[in-house]
T-cell receptor
Framework: AQSVTQLGSHVSVSEGALVLLRCNYS??????LFWYVQYPNQGLQLLLK??????LVKGINGFEAEFKKSETSFHLTKPSAHMSDAAEYFC????????????FGGGTRVLVKP | DAGVTQSPTHLIKTRGQQVTLRCSPK?????VSWYQQALGQGPQFIFQ???????QRGNFPDRFSGHQFPNYSSELNVNALLLGDSALYLC????????????????FGPGTRLTVL
């Protein structure tokens, strides 16, 4: 069965440091991949998505992610963390056979230390 | 341009009761999906509505049902509430496509927090 795994339920980074959030998927067919951010008491906001064009995808707020088929990964990075990046981040996938329903990972909560 | 809106914001029910949650999609969107997000977990797909019909369904019991109206707004109904139904219920809408494109972006509302006592 297709699935999504986010390594690390909590990540703590210092302000100005690199943010790296890991996402791996399990699928026998090419997926479409998404990263969403959720701020406290809010819904989900799309950061970026991969749809089989360029493997390096740039999103909003300085985030980017790279699709690596050989590693079945879609890790999210930001070179320099800002206090406003403190939130929960979700990786999600959709597959052709599943229509456009999203399957989400368990989420990674990011804490930014001053 | 209003985004996806949901009502109510919070709701408290007791076991065995029934609840109805409402969603208005982003302007111009015709497809509505519902997700359940339990505390500390990622959202799980419940079902999706397009042209007033349920197009896809996740692994949820028949106690969960929905409806889509001609103006594309949608309702999620849950009967015989269980304690385990306590969660944030998220509605998402996506752009008109005739047939759902796999990479369509889904835009999420703020959610309805349901507490079952």
């Amino acid at each position: 069965a297709q699935s999504v795994t986010q390594l690390g339920s909590h990540v703590s980074v210092s302000e100005g440091a690199l943010v790296l959030l890991r996402c791996n998927y399990s699928s026998s067919v090419p997926p479409y991949l998404f990263w969403y951010v959720q701020y406290p008491n809010q819904g989900l906001q799309l950061l970026l998505k991969y749809t089989s064009a360029a493997t390096l995808v740039k999103g909003i707020n300085g985030f980017e992610a790279e699709f690596k088929k050989s590693e079945t990964s879609f890790h999210l990075t930001k070179p320099s963390a800002h206090m406003s990046d403190a939130a929960e981040y979700f990786c999600a996938v959709s597959w052709e056979a599943a229509g456009n329903k999203l399957t989400f990972g368990g989420g990674t909560r990011v804490l930014v230390k001053p | 341009d209003a985004g996806v809106t949901q009502s109510p914001t919070h709701l408290i029910k007791t076991r065995g009761q029934q609840v109805t949650l409402r969603c208005s999609p982003k302007s111009g969107h015709d497809t509505v999906s519902w997700y359940q997000q339990a505390l500390g977990q990622g959202p799980q797909f419940i079902f999706q509505y397009y042209e007033e019909e349920e197009r896809q369904r996740g692994n949820f019991p028949d106690r969960f049902s929905g409806h889509q109206f001609p103006n594309y707004s949608s309702e999620l109904n849950v009967n015989a509430l269980l304690l385990g139904d306590s969660a944030l219920y998220l509605c998402a809408s996506s752009e008109p496509s005739g047939r759902a494109k796999i990479a369509d972006t889904q835009y999420f509302g703020p959610g309805t927090r349901l507490t079952v006592l």
